[in-house]
C-alpha cells in the first residue's frame, strides 16, 4: 500500500471507480473513485454539494449510478439495491436522520431487524438491548419506551446509529456527517465507538467537514471536489495537524482560504441586546440568567440534557416558561409564541433544519425571503422580481450551489440548505440574532464566509447568541462563553481566557468554572 | 467562496451516449404525460364530445357548461385555499346551506333588502367557519375531524328547523335578489361573473400576495412557518372563515336560482370540490393546489357530465369518469413525486 491509495480489490472492504451520477441539471459525480481499505477508517471530504452524499446513497441503491463499479469485499456489485447491501454487511448512518416520530426508541433501532419470541415480537427483550447498547457503546442514557418525537437532534442521531450497529453483523460501516449535531463530549464517546469497531477489524468510511475529526480518527482520506477525487491524504504519518489540515483544505477549495475567524474590532460593549433573568420552565431550566449585549458575540454550549436545546426554545416562544423575563433591547419581550419573538426583535436559526428550517418544497427564494415578505411586497402583492433578486443576492453572498433561486429546496445538498435558512435571517433587522449551530454541515469555505457575516451582524449593533457544540468555533468567534450543565449557567467566561480542553471539561462537569 | 471552478456548467459537458440520450427522452416524455396528462385526457373528451354529439360545441352549451359549473367553481376555489393551507374543509355543504338558508329567512321573515340579505348569508356562512376555526386553533383538533364535527351538527340544525328537511320557498323574492342566479352583466350571466370575480379574488390571494405564499409555507411546513414568524393560528383561521364565508356566497346563488332553500342540498359539492382541487394540485409542478389548475378541474367535472348528458348516456357513468380520472391523474403525479421524494429523503 502507498500513499495514494493504490490497492488491489482483494484488500479492498469498498472499492467504487468511475462513478458518475447526474440529476436533471446538475452533474452530482463526475467520475469518482473511492476506495477503503479491509479495517481502515477512511474519511471522505469535500465542499457543500461536492458529491459526497451522493455517493454514499449509490451504494446504498438509493440512487442508481449513471455508470461506473463497485465492489465490496472484493466482489463486483451488479445492480445494488438496499436489502443486498445489507446483506453484505454494510451499514449506513445518513446524513439526514429518517425514524418514524410517534415510533419508540427500541422500536426504531430495531425496526427492520425486529427480534422475535415465543410470542411474536420480544418487545421487552429488545427494549432492554436497545437501551444497553446506547448507553454502553455510544453513552446516552435513554428509556427505551420514549418517543422519538420528544428527543433532541442529537439523542435522535444516537439512535440512528444504535440502529445500523445494534446487530454486530457490520462489516463496512459509513458514517456522512455523524457529529454535526453532537456535542464534544458525545463525539468522544462516538470516537470511543469507532475505536471499538476497528479493533474489532471493522472498516468504517467517514464523512465530516471538521477537519480535526478527520485527522483525528482518519487512516486516509479522499477529497472529492465538483464531484471527482482529486486526492487520497494519508494520514498514518506522523504529520501535525497544522501541516496536514491546510493540505486537505487546498484539494477541497483549490485555494488557501486564510483566516476561518474574522478579526473582529471589539467595541466596549454600550446596552445589552439581550437581557434573560431567571428562566424557569419547572423541568429543564432551573433559573437561567444571561445576556448579549449589542455588537457583542456569546457562545453557548452544553452536551445533550444539559438545557441548552430547552434554553434556545424558551427563547423564541416554542416552550413554555413558568417564570423568568426576557427583555430584548430594553423592552420586555413577550415570547410565548415564535411570531412574537419575531415581533419582538429575535431571529432564530433553528438547529433541525430539515424539519423547522426549510420549506423543502418551496424554491429557494421562496425560503429566504419567508420572514420577511413585507419587504418585497406593496400592499400584500408580492413583487415577483424583487423577491427573486434578493434570493440570488443572498445566494451570492453565501455562495449556494448550485445558483438559482428557483431550485427547489429540497433538491439542495445538506450545507447549502444551511445557507439557506442562514441566508433568511441575514435579510431581516433583527436586534438578536439566536443562532443554533449556524455551522452545522456547511464546508470550511462557505464557513468562513458564515463566520464574516456573523461578524458583520456584531459589527452592525446586533447582538448574537450563538450556541454551538464546536469549540473551535467558539473559541475563534466569541467574545464570552456560556456553559450550560444540568439547566444552569455554570460559566460565563471570557473566551480569551479559555481552551478547548478547558471548555469540553467544564461542559461534562468534569472541571470547576474558572 | 469563489471557487474557480464553475459547478453548474457540468452538466452540459456529459457526452450523452445513445442509451443515456434514450432515457433522457422516455423520461422527458414521462414528465410531460404525468403533468399534462390531464390536459390531454381533458382535450381528447372535448373533441370526442365535439365529434359525437353536435350541440356540444354550440356557443350556448358552453356558456350553460360555465354557468351549470359558477357555484362548483365557488366551492372548489374555497376549497384550494383550505388544502393549500395543508387542511380540508368537509364542512363546506353546511356553509353553502347556512347562506341560502340565511338569506331567505333574512328576506322573508325580517323583510330585509336583497343587499342586506346576501350580507346575512355570507355571515351565517363564515359563521360555520368561525367553529372550525375555533375547534383547529384553540382545541387543535385535525381540520379533518373538526369538519366532520361541524358537518354533523350542521345537518343536525337543518334537520331540526325544517322539520327533518322539509323545503324552504320564497316565491315572492325580490328581482334583484333572483338576478344574483339568473341575470346578466353585459351579456354575460351574472352567476360566471360572480364566479370569475371570486377566481381573481382567489388567484391574487393565493398565488400574487404575501399572504398566499405564507398559506402555502403553513401547509407545507408548519413548524418552518411558524419559527418564520408568521403568525400561523391567524392565518388558519382567516383560511377557514374566508373559505366558509366564499362558499355561502354560492348557496345564495342556489336558493336564488330555485327561490327556495333545500335542507342539505350543499353536500353535493363537497366531493366534486375535493376532486377538482387535487386534479388541478397533479398539474402543479409541487402538486401543490393552485387556482388554475382548480378552474380546469372544475370545467373538466362540468365538460364530461355536459358530454355524457348531450349523447344521451348514462348520467351515471359520470362519477365513475371522474372517479377514473381522478385517481390516474394523481397516480401519475405521485409516481414521479415519489420517484424524487424518494431518492432524497432516506
Ligand atoms: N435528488 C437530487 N436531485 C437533484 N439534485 C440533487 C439531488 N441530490 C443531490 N443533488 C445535487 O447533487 C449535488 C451533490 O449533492 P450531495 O448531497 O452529494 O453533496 P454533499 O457532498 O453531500 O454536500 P454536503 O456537504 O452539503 O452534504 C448537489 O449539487 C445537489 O444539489
Ligand atoms: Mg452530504
Given amino acids: 500500500m502507498n500513499a495514494t491509495g493504490e490497492q488491489h480489490d482483494a484488500d479492498c472492504a469498498l472499492r467504487m471507480e468511475g462513478v458518475t451520477k447526474t440529476f436533471p441539471g446538475v452533474r452530482a459525480l463526475d467520475g469518482a473513485s473511492l476506495s477503503v481499505g ?5 474519511g471522505l471530504v469535500g465542499e457543500n454539494g461536492a458529491g459526497k452524499s451522493t455517493i454514499i446513497k449509490i451504494l446504498a441503491g438509493v440512487y442508481h449510478a449513471d455508470a461506473g463499479s463497485v465492489s465490496v469485499d472484493g466482489e463486483p456489485l451488479e445492480r445494488i439495491d438496499p436489502a443486498s447491501v445489507h446483506r453484505l454487511g454494510v451499514r449506513f448512518i445518513h446524513q439526514e436522520i429518517s425514524l418514524v416520530p410517534h415510533f419508540s426508541v427500541a422500536e426504531s433501532v430495531f425496526l427492520g431487524q425486529e427480534q422475535t419470541g415465543r410470542l ?10 436497545a437501551e444497553t447498547f446506547l448507553a454502553e457503546t455510544l453513552g446516552v442514557e435513554l428509556d427505551g419506551r420514549a418517543l422519538v418525537r420528544d428527543l433532541s437532534v442529537a439523542e435522535r442521531k444516537l439512535v440512528q446509529i444504535a440502529r445500523a450497529l445494534i446487530d454486530g453483523r457490520a462489516k463496512l460501516v459509513v458514517f456522512d456527517e455523524p457529529t454535526a449535531v453532537l456535542a464534544a463530549a458525545e463525539v468522544k464517546t462516538l470516537f470511543t465507538a469507532i475505536d471499538t469497531l476497528r479493533r474489532a477489524g471493522k472498516s468504517m468510511l467517514y464523512v465530516s467537514h471538521y477537519l480535526n475529526e478527520i485527522h483525528q480518527i482518519c487512516d486516509r482520506v479522499t477529497v472529492f471536489r465538483n464531484g471527482a477525487d482529486v486526492g487520497v491524504v494519508d494520514l498514518r504519518q506522523p504529520q501535525q495537524p497544522q501541516v496536514r489540515v491546510p493540505e486537505i483544505i487546498r484539494l477541497m477549495v483549490g485555494r488557501d482560504i486564510g483566516d476561518l475567524y474574522p478579526q473582529r474590532r471589539r467595541s466596549e460593549r454600550t446596552r445589552d441586546a439581550l437581557e434573560v ?16 449585549g449589542a455588537g457583542e458575540v456569546v457562545g453557548l454550549t452544553g452536551i445533550i440534557g444539559s438545557g441548552r436545546a430547552e434554553l434556545v426554545d424558551s427563547l423564541y416562544g416554542l416552550r413554555k416558561i413558568r417564570a423568568g423575563k426576557i427583555t430584548v433591547d430594553g423592552e420586555p419581550a413577550r415570547t410565548n409564541s415564535p411570531a412574537r419573538a419575531v415581533r419582538s426583535g429575535l431571529a432564530l436559526v433553528p438547529r433541525d433544519r430539515r424539519n423547522d428550517g426549510l420549506v423543502l418544497d418551496m424554491t429557494v427564494a421562496d425560503n429566504v425571503n419567508l420572514a420577511t415578505l413585507e419587504e418585497v411586497s406593496t400592499l400584500g402583492w408580492l413583487n415577483r422580481a424583487a423577491a427573486g433578486r434578493r434570493g440570488e443576492e443572498l445566494m451570492e453572498r453565501l455562495d449556494v450551489r448550485p445558483r438559482g433561486s428557483h431550485a427547489v429546496s429540497r433538491l439542495l445538498s445538506g450545507g447549502n440548505q444551511q445557507k439557506v435558512v442562514l441566508g433568511r435571517w441575514l435579510a431581516s433587522q433583527a436586534s438578536v440574532y439566536v443562532l443554533d449551530d449556524p455551522t452545522v454541515g456547511v464546508d470550511v469555505g462557505a464557513r468562513s464566509e458564515i ?19 464546536d469549540p473551535a468555533e467558539l473559541l475563534g468567534m466569541c467574545d464570552r462563553i456560556l456553559v450550560m450543565v444540568r439547566g444552569r449557567i455554570i460559566a460565563d467566561i471570557a473566551a480569551a481566557d479559555t481552551d478547548h480542553e478547558h471548555l469540553t471539561a467544564l461542559a461534562t462537569g468534569g472541571a470547576e468554572a474558572a | 467562496m469563489t471557487a474557480e471552478t464553475p459547478a453548474p456548467s457540468r452538466a452540459d459537458s456529459a457526452a450523452p451516449t445513445a442509451s443515456q440520450a434514450r432515457s433522457a427522452w422516455s423520461r422527458r416524455i414521462f414528465d410531460v404525460v404525468s403533468r399534462y396528462g390531464f390536459v390531454i385526457v381533458f382535450f381528447a373528451f372535448a373533441v370526442f364530445f365535439a365529434l359525437r354529439a353536435d350541440a356540444f360545441l354550440n356557443p350556448s352549451n358552453l356558456v350553460n357548461i360555465l354557468e351549470g359549473n359558477a357555484v362548483l367553481l365557488i366551492a372548489a376555489l374555497a376549497m384550494t385555499l383550505v388544502v ?7 364542512s363546506i355543504g353546511i356553509a353553502i346551506d347556512f347562506g341560502g338558508w340565511f338569506a331567505i329567512i333574512a328576506m322573508r321573515d325580517y323583510d330585509l333588502t336583497w343587499a342586506s340579505a346576501l350580507l346575512v348569508g355570507v355571515l351565517a356562512g363564515a359563521a360555520v367557519g368561525v367553529l372550525n376555526a375555533g375547534l383547529i386553533v384553540r382545541l387543535k383538533i385535525s381540520p379533518f375531524l373538526a369538519t366532520l364535527g361541524t358537518f354533523f351538527i350542521g345537518s343536525s340544525i337543518q334537520q ?8 324552504v320557498p320564497f316565491r315572492e323574492m325580490s328581482e ?23 377566481g381573481v379574488v382567489y388567484f391574487v390571494l393565493l398565488e400574487r400576495s404575501v399572504h398566499g405564499k405564507r398559506i402555502h409555507a403553513i401547509g407545507l411546513q408548519r413548524s418552518v412557518a411558524s419559527v418564520s414568524g408568521i403568525r400561523v393560528s391567524g392565518y388558519l383561521v382567516f383560511v377557514f372563515v374566508f373559505a366558509s364565508a366564499t362558499v355561502a356566497l354560492s348557496g345564495i346563488i342556489l336558493t336564488a336560482g330555485l327561490r327556495q332553500f333545500t335542507p342539505l342540498s350543499g353536500f353535493s359539492y363537497l366531493l366534486d370540490a375535493i376532486a377538482a382541487v387535487f386534479i388541478g394540485a397533479s398539474m402543479h409542478p409541487q402538486r401543490r393546489p393552485n387556482v388554475a389548475g382548480t378552474l380546469l378541474g372544475v370545467l373538466f367535472l362540468g365538460v364530461v357530465s355536459n358530454g355524457l348528458n348531450l349523447m344521451g348516456l348514462d348520467f351515471n357513468l359520470r362519477d365513475a369518469l371522474e372517479g377514473i380520472i381522478l385517481v390516474g391523474a394523481l397516480a401519475l403525479a405521485f409516481a414521479n413525486r415519489n420517484n424524487r421524494a424518494r431518492a432524497v429523503s432516506i
Fill in chain 1, 38 to 42: 479491509r479495517g481502515e477508517v477512511h
Fill in chain 1, 451 to 469: 463566520y464574516r457575516l456573523i461578524a458583520d451582524l456584531a459589527q452592525a449593533g446586533a447582538g448574537v447568541l450563538m450556541c454551538s457544540n
Fill in chain 2, 176 to 198: 334583484s335578489f333572483r338576478s344574483l342566479s339568473t341575470g346578466a352583466v353585459l351579456g354575460v350571466p351574472t352567476e360566471i361573473v360572480i364566479a370569475a370575480v371570486v
Fill in chain 1, 277 to 292: 433573568a431567571g428562566l424557569d420552565d419547572g423541568h429543564r431550566l432551573r433559573g437561567v440568567s444571561l445576556t448579549v
Fill in chain 1, 120 to 129: 411474536g415480537t420480544a418487545k421487552r427483550a429488545m427494549r432492554e438491548r
Fill in chain 2, 84 to 90: 393549500a393551507s395543508g387542511g380540508i374543509d368537509l
Fill in chain 2, 160 to 167: 331540526i328547523y325544517t322539520s327533518g328537511g322539509g323545503q
